[in-house]
């Protein structure tokens, strides 16, 4: 059994899922808005220090900043914790305001995209726009999770497996438990994975913690369980991410992987299927 990186080393291996767009999000805090608007447009001059002053003197208002690249509140809480260990603006743009402003400005094109919205003349098909942006991002917050599952399917198709997904497979006493892709089968399934990529937080991160634990808990002996997570969101959700890693520790599942490390997790299974002769 090959080495199991510590939880750190896994989380190190965590990237970022979705590519970023920059739509002009909604928000319900219109009147505080309003007024970081007001604040922005009072500048002379859009720039790294002029934006790091008013960081500075304004750190409640660094979501502004990230409205204006297209950052919900979450995700720009998952981008910070992300790049510099936690998801308070208020604290960077106090400590390290420099260095917050040129991350976003790197990752997001920040100077750019608040002088070109600054000075712009909206109109109606704007708004519409605009509007549409929060739709937009639910539908690739779906794409995100099937980057995961695609990649697998891939690497499945590749090696020469038949496989079956998103479905359920039969393990232990006739017990059948979730899985996002079975080999070669469900029926008589040798290799199960699940695929759990996610760049936001929330409940359903939690639910892919349970389904991973209840593929460890009706595994036969000669079934091999693997996990492939990847996207920041879990940067967030440390403890949730960490239950699965103690499945890998324990040995309860055979292999938990990210994107980074796809070429051992198609080596793994490789080994994996012909250890079950289905090569």
């Not at 309003?34 to 859009?46: C, F, M, P, V, Y």
């Not at 639910?138 to 090696?159: F, T």
Request: glycine share 6%.
């Amino acid at each position: 059994m090959p080495n199991i990186p510590t939880f750190e080393e896994y989380l190190e291996t965590l990237g970022r899922l979705t590519a970023h767009v920059d739509p002009t999000a909604a928000t319900p805090h219109a009147a505080e808005l309003k007024e970081a608007a007001a604040s922005l447009e009072q500048i002379s001059g859009i720039t790294l220090d002029s934006l790091t002053r008013w960081a500075h003197d304004h750190p409640a208002w660094v979501t502004a900043l990230g409205l204006a690249v297209g950052l919900s509140q979450e995700k720009l809480k998952n981008s910070l914790k992300d790049k510099f260990g936690t998801s308070s603006w208020n604290l960077l743009a106090k400590d390290q305001p420099r260095r917050l402003i040129e991350m976003m400005d790197q990752e997001f094109d920040l100077i750019r995209l608040v002088t070109v919205q600054r000075d712009k003349v909206y109109d109606f098909g704007d708004i519409l726009v605009a509007r549409a942006g929060t739709r937009a991002t639910a539908v690739r917050a779906g794409a995100s999770g099937r980057k995961v599952e695609d990649e697998i399917e891939a690497i499945a198709h590749d090696i020469g497996l038949v496989c079956e997904t998103r479905t359920r497979f039969v393990g232990r006493n006739n017990r059948d438990a979730p899985c996002d892709l079975v080999i070669p089968g469900a029926a008589d399934a040798a290799i199960v994975v699940a695929a759990k990529g996610f760049d936001s937080t929330g409940s359903k991160l939690t639910d892919a913690v349970r389904e991973i634990e209840e593929m460890a808990d009706v595994r036969l002996p000669h079934q091999f369980v693997y996990a492939v997570i990847d996207g920041i969101g879990w940067k967030s959700r440390r403890r949730d991410l960490q239950r699965i890693h103690k499945l890998w520790e324990s040995q309860q599942i055979n292999g938990m992987y990210t994107l980074a490390t796809l070429d051992q997790f198609r080596a793994d299974v490789e080994d994996a299927a012909h250890i079950r002769r289905l090569l």
